[in-house]
């Protein structure tokens, strides 16, 4: 196939907003529009698909563009699209695939649609997007707003060129710059919003300064062990306040650096201390989403990752700054049971935030407020009761 003209890609352009607004991912008519108008192909000429290659290693495997009618629809379809690894961890395995870490992507469309109605834009409202990626997101702005109101910054120059020269191809023309995106944008303007397609620790202080009073913010905040959107309405006093979105969601990390993440720096794993039942299970913590946010803000520091033993048995294992683990099968005899090392207390908070979650009814991550105070210091709430839990800055 050579490559698609727009009206060869028109109707799968059609199919996925009608998909988008069946699942209510988009819910207004101009957001619809939107993604009917920008041609997602133009913006992934290469994507990788993950797969475990004839030696049962797992790679990244190319796909070149829409050299094909299934490519063609693939690009279209509700799915994530990696489209660049990290230089410093990928190796080439054969012709076509790469071992290594994703540091871009083309982001699910219904997650897209999702935060763009979040951002609750209106006509001639000033946008910055955190995160240009392969340009995808300021397409869609620019064709619900007019390119002269899109400003977009990405730590990696490269990734900002070829962005550019994407965005030319389907017609537009945004201020894009290459830095780095917790900084806000180097001219120091303001926005009526901001959104952004990377993950934060916390709000950075730039963000609050380049915003007014009134101006939406929708962020990935990572806390730990999990994390997910928030949609923030910033005051005149600097205080950005709102709460999780219903629609969940997480985004690969902010870098400062644009090759590569750094390497993180973990402690020795304390002794096993023992094994005991526990009314908790690793499908539990795999399976309740909103009950992982509620570890994240408990467990300030803590990790969760994936243990393999001796004998290939698999594990979810929860681990803190100090050494602490503790470590929940995924399947056999012993999923009801949690084995620990150093400081047994690790899951014993655990299993009291299950406690509490379960007397409140288990309520979803969307019944919980989130609120960055103008200093910077931030706090988590359930709404229904007021519970507080403050992140540590």
């Given at each position: 196939?050579?490559?698609?003209?727009?009206?060869?890609?028109?109707?799968?352009?059609?199919?996925?907003?009608?998909?988008?607004?069946?699942?209510?991912?988009?819910?207004?008519p101009?957001?619809?529009?939107?993604?009917r108008?920008?041609?997602?192909?133009?913006?992934?000429?290469?994507?990788?698909?993950?797969?475990?290659?004839?030696?049962?290693?797992?790679?990244?495997?190319?796909?070149?563009?829409?050299?094909?009618?299934?490519?063609?629809?693939?690009?279209?379809?509700d799915?994530?699209?990696?489209?660049?690894?990290?230089?410093?961890?990928?190796?080439?395995?054969?012709?076509?695939?790469?071992?290594?870490?994703?540091?871009?992507?083309?982001?699910?469309?219904?997650?897209m649609?999702?935060?763009?109605?979040?951002?609750?834009?209106?006509?001639?409202?000033?946008?910055?997007?955190?995160?240009?990626?392969?340009?995808?997101?300021?397409?869609?702005?620019?064709?619900?707003?007019?390119?002269?109101?899109?400003?977009?910054?990405?730590?990696?120059?490269?990734?900002?060129?070829?962005?550019?020269?994407?965005?030319?191809?389907?017609?537009?023309?945004?201020?894009?710059?290459?830095?780095?995106?917790?900084?806000?944008?180097?001219?120091?303007?303001?926005?009526?919003?901001i959104?952004?397609?990377?993950?934060?620790?916390?709000?950075?202080?730039?963000?609050?300064?380049?915003?007014?009073?009134?101006?939406?913010?929708?962020?990935?905040?990572?806390?730990?062990?999990?994390?997910?959107?928030?949609?923030?309405?910033?005051?005149?006093?600097?205080?950005?306040?709102?709460?999780?979105?219903?629609?969940?969601?997480r985004?690969?990390?902010?870098?400062?650096?644009?090759?590569?993440?750094p390497?993180?720096?973990?402690?020795?794993?304390?002794?096993?201390?023992?094994?005991?039942?526990?009314?908790?299970?690793?499908?539990?913590?795999?399976?309740?989403?909103?009950?992982?946010?509620?570890?994240?803000?408990?467990?300030?520091?803590?990790?969760?990752?994936?243990?393999?033993?001796?004998?290939?048995?698999?594990?979810?294992?929860?681990?803190?700054?100090g050494?602490?683990?503790?470590?929940?099968?995924?399947?056999?005899?012993?999923?009801?049971?949690?084995?620990?090392?150093?400081?047994?207390?690790?899951?014993?908070?655990?299993?009291?935030?299950?406690?509490?979650?379960?007397?409140?009814?288990?309520?979803?991550?969307?019944?919980?407020?989130?609120?960055?105070?103008?200093?910077?210091?931030?706090?988590?709430?359930h709404?229904?009761?007021?519970?507080?839990?403050?992140?540590?800055v």
């Amino acid at each position: 196939m050579s490559a698609p003209t727009i009206d060869h890609a028109r109707p799968h352009m059609s199919a996925l907003a009608d998909e988008l607004t069946r699942s209510r991912a988009i819910r207004t008519p101009p957001w619809a529009e939107a993604f009917r108008a920008v041609p997602r192909h133009l913006f992934v000429p290469r994507w990788f698909v993950q797969e475990t290659n004839d030696r049962g290693i797992a790679v990244w495997r190319e796909r070149q563009g829409a050299a094909t009618a299934d490519d063609l629809a693939a690009v279209y379809r509700d799915q994530t699209l990696v489209t660049a690894l990290d230089p410093d961890t990928a190796e080439q395995v054969d012709d076509t695939a790469w071992t290594g870490i994703p540091t871009s992507s083309s982001t699910l469309p219904s997650l897209m649609a999702g935060m763009l109605e979040d951002l609750s834009v209106e006509d001639g409202h000033r946008v910055l997007e955190i995160g240009t990626g392969t340009g995808y997101n300021a397409a869609l702005l620019c064709a619900r707003l007019g390119e002269h109101l899109v400003c977009s910054v990405d730590i990696d120059p490269g990734l900002v060129r070829a962005a550019q020269g994407h965005l030319s191809s389907a017609g537009f023309m945004p201020r894009l710059v290459p830095g780095d995106g917790t900084r806000g944008y180097p001219t120091g303007e303001t926005f009526d919003r901001i959104i952004a397609t990377c993950s934060v620790p916390a709000v950075p202080d730039a963000w609050i300064e380049q915003s007014k009073p009134g101006t939406i913010l929708v962020a990935d905040v990572a806390l730990g062990i999990e994390g997910g959107l928030v949609r923030l309405e910033v005051d005149g006093q600097g205080r950005a306040c709102g709460r999780f979105t219903e629609k969940a969601g997480r985004f690969m990390a902010a870098r400062s650096e644009a090759r590569t993440y750094p390497a993180p720096q973990r402690p020795r794993r304390a002794a096993e201390t023992g094994t005991w039942p526990s009314p908790v299970t690793a499908a539990d913590v795999r399976g309740n989403y909103a009950f992982r946010l509620l570890l994240a803000l408990c467990l300030a520091g803590a990790e969760l990752v994936y243990h393999v033993d001796g004998s290939g048995a698999m594990a979810l294992q929860i681990q803190d700054p100090g050494g602490s683990w503790a470590r929940l099968p995924l399947a056999g005899d012993g999923v009801g049971a949690v084995t620990c090392g150093g400081d047994p207390g690790l899951w014993t908070l655990a299993e009291d935030v299950w406690r509490w979650w379960t007397s409140v009814g288990r309520p979803s991550h969307d019944r919980f407020g989130y609120a960055r105070e103008a200093d910077g210091a931030a706090h988590v709430w359930h709404i229904p009761d007021g519970t507080r839990w403050d992140i540590p800055v």
